[in-house]
């Protein structure tokens, strides 16, 4: 599953999805543009884990669920708790952060 949240709800997708991946971005950040299509791919790769698409800027509650302080800003959640982050234009780096909850 691949989503754009539309509302600062983040945390009611982490309560009702055992593994979150987010992405956190900005409509301005060229990186966050070129990872959104390796991001979206790895979703319809792994159709047991929720993939969601966060502006960091619009969304301010739903940023505070990581670190985020650069973009792209990726995440991986277990059971609603944050398991590990990277800020990465790299597909290698978001793989890796990936199987921290495959």
């Known amino acids: 599953m691949f989503l ?9 997708f982490l309560e009702d999805n055992t593994k979150v991946m987010v992405q956190y971005s900005a409509s ?7 990872m959104k299509p390796k991001f979206k791919k790895l979703a319809t ?3 047991s884990v929720a993939f969601l698409m966060v502006d ?9 669920f990581a670190n985020v302080d650069n973009l792209p800003t990726f995440a991986a959640f277990e ?3 944050l398991v590990g982050q990277i800020q990465t234009n790299k597909v290698e780096g978001l793989n890796e952060l990936f199987t921290k909850i495959k």
């Open 28 to 34: 301005w950040c060229g990186n966050c543009r070129i």
């Open 4 to 12: 754009e949240l539309s509302e600062d709800n983040l945390q009611q």
């Open 79 to 81: 059971h609603g708790a």
């Open 45 to 47: 790769e792994n159709e």
């Open 56 to 64: 960091a800027e619009k969304y301010p509650n739903s940023r505070k």
